[in-house]
């Protein structure tokens, strides 16, 4: 009678309790025009719900292998689709988060609600846009004891009963102090980004081996078939070059997907002066140090494969020194290429190099220039070089006028300038997100790197 009893109450408060955990909070992934233009991933979506970009593993481990409404799963970090419910940890927040409820043996959760506004072929995953977190529900159970248990038995019932209810809340207790010992730590972590970050400026300017090394790669690629390479990262390893061609690589070079290629260290010298393709009248490379990626590479990229115009928004600060960075590669490898400051309102003061050209005076509009908008496209399809002959540095967000002349100067068929914008500017085909860490995502890489400060 005693065990019948107990069975009872025990099932009855498991129950209850995964009842209060159904609950969980999700992400509903965006398509990239209802994101700005930028396509979703999960940094993003950390630095959204949860105020730190540096979190998305925490998401990609919740979400990992969960079938989606479509029959596809999350299976790599970088491989979002939109539709997609992402589980989010409990501690997220924000006008983006919204409440669900577990469904079915898979674990998929289905946000509440009735109408479905996911973008065509991302499923039908009903839920409600803007819900806002639940609040803390009360885990004190109260359960009546039958007349029959006395004594010694119901002290021992209500033990169990009290040792399952309280199992919940030791759990939020121990999670809300691992993120108060976590926000304790923060400054010290900062500062020690912060000076990770200040020592990669100074890491590039005294490494001419990796540049050396990015050359010869993007050399050897272009002079075999003219493959185009966006940009090169080099560490002890080896290379990888980011490459705009669905052909097979050559020998040894290996394909990684996601228009990467990979050649392992030792396979071949880097030539001391590259020829990029005997004959060709390509010019050659602008290659710059934009970071390290997370396998500690060094990140160079060709600004001459930027399309004219590369948009950086998010974190004011860091974007200013993604462009700044840019700005100082600049000087060391082609001092003589002038630039000419656009003034906008908003934006974070930029500094040039004393060593640069500085213009004061330029036309946006020159002769022959049409100003007109280029849609923008893959990676295969900004297979063009666009040669850095001068560079404009604009400082926050253009309006629509300003960022017409942009494409006027900058964009294809203008006068061969190249725009570095701190802010959104509208038609750019680059468009790269920084987040506070010091961070910037290149979705057009499907590549993450950390800039110096």
Request: proline fraction near 8%.
């Amino acid at each position: 009678m005693l065990l019948a009893v107990w069975s009872t109450l025990y099932l009855g408060g498991a129950a209850l309790a995964a009842d209060a955990a159904d609950v969980v909070k999700v992400y509903v992934v965006r398509t990239a025009e209802q994101n700005g233009g930028t396509p979703d991933s999960l940094a993003l979506i950390a630095a959204r719900t949860l105020g730190d970009g540096n979190r998305a593993g925490e998401i990609f481990d919740l979400n990992r292998g969960r079938a989606q409404a479509d029959g596809t799963a999350l299976t790599n970090p970088g491989d979002l689709r939109p539709g997609w419910i992402l589980r989010l940890p409990e501690d997220a927040n924000g006008p983006d988060v919204q409440l669900a409820q577990e469904s079915g043996g898979d674990g998929a959760a289905q946000p509440d609600g009735a109408a479905s506004t996911a973008p065509d072929g991302a499923g039908t995953q009903p839920f409600v846009q803007g819900s806002q977190p639940p609040t803390q529900a009360s885990n004190t159970i109260v359960l009546p004891l039958p007349a029959v248990l006395a004594g010694l038995g119901a002290f021992l019932l209500a033990l169990l009963t009290a040792a399952i209810v309280a199992r919940q809340q030791v759990r939020r207790l121990f999670a809300a102090m691992a993120r108060a010992i976590r926000r304790l730590g923060d400054p010290v972590r900062r500062a020690r980004r912060l000076r990770f970050r200040t020592s990669l400026a100074a890491a590039f300017a005294g490494d001419g081996e990796s540049l050396r090394t990015a050359h010869g790669a993007v050399a050897e690629l272009t002079g075999r078939k003219g493959h185009a390479v966006h940009a090169v990262s080099v560490d002890d390893a080896g290379v990888t070059a980011w490459v705009a061609t669905a052909d097979a690589p050559p020998a040894p070079w290996q394909d990684l997907g996601e228009a990467r290629w990979r050649r392992p260290a030792g396979a071949f010298a880097p030539p001391t002066q590259p020829a990029y393709g005997t004959g060709s009248q390509l010019p050659s490379p602008s290659l710059v140090a934009v970071g390290v990626d997370e396998q500690g590479g060094k990140v160079f990229v060709d600004l001459s494969r930027l399309d004219g115009v590369l948009s950086v928004t998010g974190d004011p600060g860091v974007a200013r020194d993604v462009v700044q960075g840019l700005l100082a590669e600049v000087a060391r490898s082609k001092p003589a290429v002038p630039v000419a400051v656009l003034q906008t309102t908003g934006g974070p003061a930029v500094a040039l190099p004393g060593t640069m050209r500085r213009i004061e005076r330029f036309d946006p509009r020159p002769a022959g220039a049409p100003a007109t908008a280029r849609e923008a496209g893959t990676l295969r399809a900004a297979a063009r070089l666009h040669p850095l002959e001068a560079l404009l540095v604009a400082s926050g967000t253009p309006t629509a006028q300003e960022a017409a002349d942009l494409l006027a100067l900058c964009g294809p068929g203008g006068a061969g300038w190249t725009a570095l914008v701190c802010g959104d500017a509208q038609g750019a085909h680059w468009r790269w997100w920084a987040a506070p860490d010091g961070s910037v995502e290149i979705p057009l890489l499907r590549l993450t790197v950390t800039v110096p400060a």
